[in-house]
């Protein structure tokens, strides 16, 4: 009777603990979510693993996670962010491993191992195992910012500054190839070059960190909030499946015309996902 009692009173107590555990995570995601609808925390800002981001497009698919989750024991990033010298509270974290590129595509295995929100001091810290990183804050605004890192073995801390700035513009028009004639609805994505490990590598980033969207009946597309650097701009027309790539630094003032190539007659032909939008913006 004691041995079942005793083991009752076990199973009870860890219910508890797990029940905890998640509400605080649940109230975590809420606080994120409304972005200044309340009080900022007064601690160090809030980390959980692994965060689900609602905000984003359905069309934009998610990174996986880790397949192992960090604790304070494997070491922590001390994560601050400024905003003209200043802390920026709530600002959203995203925390990327960096694995090697997939033979088949070429491209990063990118996994999510972390995010959270910084407190009132700008600050957050979040447990990371040892590896290659790449870590982004946004806020509403502002332009993404971002950093690799490495973070070593044995357990250490490592000190990590992002700084947020007004973000910079793309504007301009796809056409026709050869005929110049307004091209609506063609799709276009724009990856930041963000490696200094890799410079001449092609540009790559997970996901949720590219910017895409469409031109309108007319041909013309507008992005707004995009940060400084080097871009990959990729587009294609209506029912192609041919992409045409170009380099684009922000900021300018220039507009660009795009000229895509016509859509393969009877090859690879279909239609556009969803209806033009009237304007382009930043995907985040």
């Given amino acids: ?16 603990a797990i029940g905890l555990a998640l509400y605080g995570q649940a109230e975590d995601r809420a606080a994120l979510r409304q972005m200044g609808g309340a009080e900022a925390p007064k601690s160090t800002g809030a980390a959980w693993e692994a965060a689900p981001w609602d905000e984003l497009p359905v069309s ?4 996986l996670p880790v397949t192992e989750s960090a604790s304070e024991v494997d070491g922590l990033l001390e994560l601050r962010v400024t905003e003209a010298g200043r802390p920026a509270s709530r600002a959203q974290v995203r925390l990327y491993k960096r694995g090697g590129r997939l033979p088949e595509t070429g491209q990063v295995d990118w996994r999510l191992a972390g995010a959270g929100a910084t407190g009132d001091d700008g600050r957050l810290l ?18 993404p910012a971002w950093r690799e890192l490495v973070h070593p073995l ?58 895409t969207g469409q031109s309108d009946a007319a041909g013309r597309f507008a992005f707004e909030g995009l940060a400084p ?3 990959t701009v990729a587009a294609r ?3 192609s499946f ?23 007659d009877g090859v690879g032909r279909r239609k556009p996902r ?3 939008s009237q304007e382009l913006r930043c995907g985040i």
Avoid at 60 to 63: C, D, E, G, L
Avoid at 127 to 143: E, F, I, N
Avoid at 158 to 186: I, K, N, W
């Fill in 60 to 63: 934009v698919p998610r990174t």
């Fill in 237 to 239: 027309a209506p029912g």
């Fill in 242 to 264: 041919h992409v045409t790539e170009w380099s684009v630094r922000i900021p300018t003032d220039e507009a660009r015309v795009l000229a895509l190539p016509d859509p393969d």
């Fill in 126 to 143: 979040m447990p990371a195992r040892a590896g290659a990183y790449l870590v982004t804050a946004h806020a509403v605004g502002k332009a």
């Fill in 229 to 231: 650097g080097l871009y």
């Fill in 1 to 16: 009777m004691r041995s079942r009692l005793g083991g009752g009173l076990v199973m009870g107590v860890v219910a508890a």
């Fill in 154 to 211: 044995s357990g250490n801390r490592t000190p990590v500054h992002l700084s947020l700035v007004t973000g910079g513009g793309l504007t301009g028009r796809t056409v026709e190839q050869g005929s110049g004639q307004p091209l609506g609805g063609a799709e276009l994505i724009l990856t930041p070059h963000v490696s200094l490990w890799e410079p001449d590598a092609r540009a790559d980033v997970p996901s949720e960190e590219r910017v």
């Fill in 274 to 276: 969803k209806a033009p």
